[in-house]
């Protein structure tokens, strides 16, 4: 092979971009021409090694500015010296119009309204070299020949990266901020600084910055489309029928027609007793803040019989007692004969509101110190522990 005098590389012919280019000999003498043009560095290669590197200029090739090749081969001093070693040149400038894509459809679940999806993912995105070093010695081995034709073998590389993060980071954001695919459009300069700042890390490893990177269109299929919209229709009517009481209030609703189907339907008081459904209605119940305390409250849980003639009626639980307990035999509470009258101190009978000795209300006791009302029977304030009637 001829020895080189001038190492120069202008770009391709028609003019079309490249990003690593390979001289094509390697045969070289001491005292030759390595002219480096502007956006351009050169970097010499020997049994797989990166040595010397050389930024745009012309240089003069010698012992003195070859100190990793001339350690590696001792290369002879002055002279037109021949040696052999691979050269190749990086485009330092930025690429910003390299698109990407995702090759086959990605499976999702829509994170709003539950429809699996088949989606495509398509952007475009700008590197550069920021490592020529790192960038040739990582990258050389998708390169057969050093040739400028496979420049897009390397893309192809860069583009199997991006499709394996893409996935995980387009659910993992759409899932995290509750976004439905029929939404994305509003997020997508969002989500492209989050896959920037994920894919960023492992484009360093190659010496590659990301410049820019763009999510340009996330497009589930036509029957995916149609269904989600669809379905956002039924979700928009049915927060419309019940006056947008929220996502988890036709659960609730569920729970509520229980209850008022057991409340009109025989028996269904041994139904409650037995703790079948009613127990998650009276919980959303709670939940609603009252809305529906009426219906609980006509549902008797606990119901008692009345109480016959002569019987003793419990003033805490309501049931019937026969005459001369003392104590309830359904709840344990004991049980009062009376009330005694705040004036006169006659005992009034259960349910009378006016004493029969001196025709006083039965009324609440009005705590002096804290203005609490508490009943006739109590010695102290509920309220502030205060002593009542003096």
Request: with cysteine.
């Amino acid at each position: 092979m001829a020895i080189i005098n001038r190492i120069k590389y202008d770009g391709n012919a028609d003019g079309s971009s490249w990003l690593v280019h390979k001289y094509p000999s390697e045969s070289f003498v001491l005292g030759s021409q390595l002219i480096v043009n502007q956006g351009q560095e050169a970097l010499f290669l020997k049994g797989g090694a990166a040595l010397d590197l050389f930024s745009a200029g012309t240089h003069t090739l010698a012992t003195g500015n070859l100190p990793l090749l001339n350690k590696l081969v001792n290369l002879p001093f002055g002279g037109k010296t021949p040696f052999a070693a691979e050269v190749y040149y990086v485009n330092k400038t930025a690429r910003l119009d390299l698109g990407w894509g995702t090759s086959n459809p990605i499976d999702f679940e829509d994170p709003k309204y539950h429809i699996f999806l088949n989606v495509r993912i398509n952007g475009q995105f700008g590197i550069t070299i920021n490592d020529t070093r790192l960038f040739i010695s990582r990258i050389i081995g998708a390169v057969p020949n050093g040739s400028v034709s496979n420049y897009l073998v390397i893309l192809k590389y860069f583009n199997g990266v991006i499709n394996t993060k893409v996935k995980s980071i387009v659910a993992k954001f759409m899932l995290e901020k509750n976004i439905s695919f029929l939404e994305i459009s509003a997020h997508l300069d969002d989500l492209s600084g989050v896959c920037q700042s994920a894919i960023s890390e492992e484009f360093e490893r190659f010496g590659v910055e990301i410049v820019n990177f763009f999510v340009e269109t996330i497009k589930p299929r036509e029957e995916d489309l149609e269904a989600m919209k669809k379905k956002r229709e039924e979700v928009s009517a049915m927060k419309l029928e019940l006056g947008e009481l929220g996502r988890d209030f036709y659960a609730q609703r569920r729970s509520f027609d229980v209850m008022e189907e057991m409340a009109g339907t025989p028996g269904s008081g041994e139904l409650a007793n037995a703790g079948i459904g009613l127990g998650i209605g009276l919980g959303a119940a709670g939940q609603m803040g009252g809305a529906f305390a009426g219906i609980a409250q006509n549902i008797n849980l606990n119901p008692q019989p009345p109480a016959s003639g002569g019987a003793l009626k419990c003033t805490k639980c309501g049931a019937g007692n026969p005459p001369g307990q003392k104590f309830c035999g359904t709840c344990g509470e004991k049980i009062e004969l009376g009330i005694k009258c705040a004036d006169c101190g006659a005992v009034v009978p259960p349910g009378q509101k006016f004493c029969g000795e001196c025709g006083k209300p039965i009324a609440n006791i009005k705590c002096p110190a804290c203005g609490v009302e508490n009943a006739p029977t109590q010695k102290f304030c509920g309220g502030c522990g205060n002593k009542l009637g003096g």
